[in-house]
C-alpha cells in the first residue's frame, strides 16, 4: 500500500505563486507515473500535470501550461507542483495520485492506483 501525502496549499492573490509538495510512503515510488489532478466545488477531477518514472514525459493541461511545473525528485520520495501566475479559476482542491503500473504520465484519473487526500489551494482576485 502507498500512502501520498501532499502539502503547501493555502490562499494567495492572484499573480502569486505556491509549490505544492507530494511524499510518498514505499520503496517502489521511483518506478511510479505521478499526476497532480484538481477539483473545484460542484465540478469533476480535473487533469492538471504528469511525469512518467524518469521524467522524460511530461504532459500538463493547457489551462496550466507556461505557468506550472512538475518535477520529482526520486530520493525524496517526492513531486511537486510549481504554481506561478495562479489565477481565481486555479481555485480547487489539488491531488497527487500515483500510478504503479504503466510508468507512462496518464492525463485521466483511469490509471492512478492511489491518491493523497488533497490540499486547497485559494486564489484570490
Known amino acids: 500500500q502507498v500512502q501520498l501525502v501532499e502539502s503547501g496549499g493555502g490562499l494567495v492573490q492572484a499573480g502569486g505563486s505556491l509549490r505544492l509538495s507530494c511524499v510518498a510512503s514505499?520503496?517502489?515510488?521511483?518506478?511510479?507515473?505521478m499526476g497532480w489532478f484538481r477539483q473545484a466545488p460542484g465540478k469533476e477531477r480535473d487533469f492538471v500535470a504528469a511525469m512518467s518514472w524518469g521524467g522524460g514525459s511530461i504532459y500538463y493541461a493547457d489551462s496550466v501550461k507556461g505557468r506550472f511545473t512538475i518535477s520529482r525528485d526520486n530520493a525524496k520520495n517526492t513531486v511537486y507542483l510549481q504554481m506561478n501566475s495562479l489565477k481565481p479559476e486555479d481555485t480547487a482542491v489539488y491531488y497527487c495520485?500515483?500510478?504503479?503500473?504503466?510508468?507512462?504520465?496518464?492525463?485521466?484519473?483511469?490509471?492512478?492506483?492511489?491518491w493523497g487526500q488533497g490540499t486547497q489551494v485559494t486564489v484570490s482576485s
Open positions: 495520485a500515483a500510478d504503479r503500473t504503466s510508468g507512462a504520465p496518464g492525463i485521466s484519473t483511469g490509471p492512478y492506483d492511489y
Open positions: 514505499g520503496r517502489s515510488f521511483s518506478s511510479y507515473a
